[in-house]
């Protein structure tokens, strides 16, 4: 029966040397050609050499290497458009971070190698109590021989791909490390966007507008979107906006109520499914606002319209608030297509408006509320990148 670490126990009893394992320079030689492929941003080569470390001299922080390694070769799958290369090296990069927390598992970085996993699509397990593995007579409890425990390869910080910041060897003395402390931290998978640029059409309902003599209860509308996404993971928009809006035409004789709009957008998506393609989106944005009403053709302009050579009957600007939620499917093999449908909620309020001198406002008297909630369902098309 095998204890290891080279120790057998025959069945007579008495120990017996059993044959030696790979010398631990051996070991350390794979190691460091992999730490040094690494650097270099070999990844595959950098792979092949932590595994054939680990099959020399296992080594949980090995585990960990190869999970980062993994990792690296998904984002370059991603980068030119592999799908199914991402996707084994996204499961092999969990199945090596399991490993790691499985084989250590009071590691001070469980938390965020554990977030690493969710991220790739992965469930972390349940963290159980570590059972002590059997270690050579003389070997100090709690470490390893400095020689046969290597540290771990500094994980890149979360830049975009494909040109990941060079990553240095292991610091002097690292490979002398006592085996519990913590490895780096799990590289980021960053998303390749930065930005989005997009339009979306929709329909925006006032239920307090209402009145026999005015077209814009329920207005369709057309916005326009740009703005940039933030944080390590690219899961935070700051952007603005810009909306038209307009009522239909029930009657030519009635007024149109129109607006013009200028948006403060901030979101955060979370994306679902293992393949992250969709988003749950929540957020909420200011709002600047102009409100007109212009007759049509055979309507009649009220008598104290604030312009009488145009259209425009009287204008008036305001200001508000709202919030939405919404739902995103990336396509494309870079998953830079947006289509999106959201629902939003907003309160605004207005000036009084523009009217003829010693004349109530044309607003007043339609009973057009300065203060009112507004109602927007829209659906579109937005560009990453």
Same mark, same amino acid.
């Given at each position: 029966?095998?204890?290891?670490?080279? @120790?057998?126990?025959?069945?007579?009893?008495?120990?017996?040397?059993?044959?030696?394992?790979?010398? /631990? $320079?051996?070991?350390?030689?794979?190691?460091?050609?992999?730490? =040094? #492929?690494?650097?270099?941003?070999?990844?595959?080569?950098?792979?092949?050499?932590?595994?054939?470390?680990?099959?020399?001299?296992?080594?949980? =922080?090995?585990?960990?290497?190869?999970?980062?390694?993994?990792?690296?070769?998904?984002?370059?799958? !991603?980068?030119? &458009?592999?799908?199914?290369?991402?996707? %084994?090296?996204?499961?092999?990069?969990?199945?090596?971070? =399991?490993?790691?927390?499985?084989?250590?598992?009071?590691?001070?970085?469980?938390?965020?190698?554990?977030?690493?996993?969710?991220?790739?699509?992965? $469930?972390?397990?349940?963290?159980?109590?570590?059972?002590?593995?059997?270690?050579?007579?003389?070997?100090?409890?709690?470490?390893?021989?400095? *020689?046969?425990?290597?540290? /771990?390869?500094?994980? +890149?910080?979360?830049?975009?791909?494909?040109?990941?910041?060079?990553?240095?060897?292991?610091?002097?003395?690292? #490979?002398?490390?006592?085996?519990?402390?913590? +490895?780096?931290? +799990?590289?980021?998978? $960053?998303?390749?966007?930065?930005?989005?640029?997009?339009?979306?059409?929709?329909?925006?309902?006032?239920?307090?507008?209402?009145?026999?003599?005015?077209? &814009?209860?329920?207005?369709?509308?057309?916005?326009?979107?740009?703005?940039?996404?933030?944080? *390590?993971?690219?899961?935070?928009?700051?952007?603005?906006?810009?909306?038209?809006?307009?009522?239909?035409?029930?009657?030519?004789?009635?007024?149109?109520?129109?607006?013009?709009?200028?948006?403060?957008?901030?979101?955060?998506?979370?994306?679902?499914?293992?393949?992250?393609?969709?988003?749950?989106?929540?957020?909420?944005? %200011?709002?600047?606002? !102009?409100?007109?009403? !212009?007759?049509?053709?055979?309507?009649?302009?009220?008598?104290?319209?604030?312009?009488?050579?145009?259209?425009?009957?009287?204008?008036?600007?305001?200001?508000?608030?709202?919030? !939405?939620?919404?739902?995103?499917? @990336?396509?494309?093999?870079? =998953?830079?297509?947006?289509?999106?449908?959201?629902?939003?909620?907003?309160?605004?309020?207005?000036?009084?408006? $523009?009217? #003829?001198?010693?004349?109530?406002?044309?607003?007043?008297?339609?009973?057009? /509320?300065?203060?009112?909630?507004?109602?927007?369902?829209?659906?579109?098309?937005?560009?990453?990148?």
């Amino acid at each position: 029966m095998s204890l290891g670490l080279g @120790l057998t126990i025959c069945l007579s009893g008495q120990p017996a040397i059993a044959a030696p394992a790979a010398p /631990p $320079t051996e070991a350390r030689a794979a190691f460091e050609a992999g730490a =040094k #492929a690494y650097a270099a941003g070999d990844f595959d080569k950098a792979l092949a050499q932590f595994e054939r470390a680990m099959a020399l001299r296992p080594s949980p =922080k090995i585990h960990y290497n190869i999970g980062v390694c993994r990792q690296q070769l998904m984002l370059a799958a !991603r980068e030119r &458009g592999d799908v199914a290369a991402e996707s %084994l090296h996204a499961a092999a990069a969990v199945e090596a971070y =399991k490993a790691y927390l499985r084989e250590l598992p009071e590691a001070e970085d469980r938390v965020e190698v554990e977030a690493t996993i969710r991220d790739l699509g992965g $469930t972390p397990q349940f963290q159980l109590k570590a059972i002590p593995f059997p270690r050579a007579e003389g070997t100090p409890v709690g470490r390893e021989d400095a *020689a046969t425990s290597p540290a /771990p390869v500094p994980a +890149p910080p979360p830049v975009p791909v494909p040109d990941p910041a060079p990553v240095g060897p292991p610091a002097a003395g690292a #490979a002398a490390r006592d085996s519990t402390s913590p +490895p780096s931290r +799990p590289a980021e998978v $960053t998303p390749l966007f930065r930005g989005r640029v997009g339009v979306t059409f929709g329909l925006n309902g006032q239920p307090q507008v209402g009145t026999a003599r005015l077209d &814009g209860a329920v207005q369709g509308f057309a916005m326009g979107r740009l703005g940039g996404f933030v944080g *390590a993971r690219r899961r935070v928009y700051i952007g603005g906006a810009g909306l038209l809006a307009g009522a239909g035409v029930t009657a030519n004789d009635k007024l149109a109520l129109q607006m013009q709009a200028v948006l403060l957008d901030l979101e955060y998506a979370h994306p679902v499914g293992r393949a992250r393609r969709v988003e749950i989106v929540g957020g909420g944005f %200011l709002v600047g606002a !102009r409100e007109t009403l !212009r007759i049509r053709a055979e309507a009649q302009r009220p008598a104290c319209a604030a312009h009488s050579s145009s259209a425009l009957v009287s204008q008036r600007g305001g200001a508000g608030a709202g919030g !939405r939620v919404g739902l995103h499917v @990336l396509l494309g093999a870079r =998953k830079n297509h947006e289509i999106g449908v959201r629902l939003s909620t907003a309160i605004l309020g207005f000036g009084q408006g $523009t009217a #003829a001198a010693g004349c109530e406002p044309p607003f007043s008297q339609l009973d057009v /509320p300065r203060a009112r909630w507004l109602v927007l369902v829209d659906s579109g098309y937005s560009f990453r990148f």
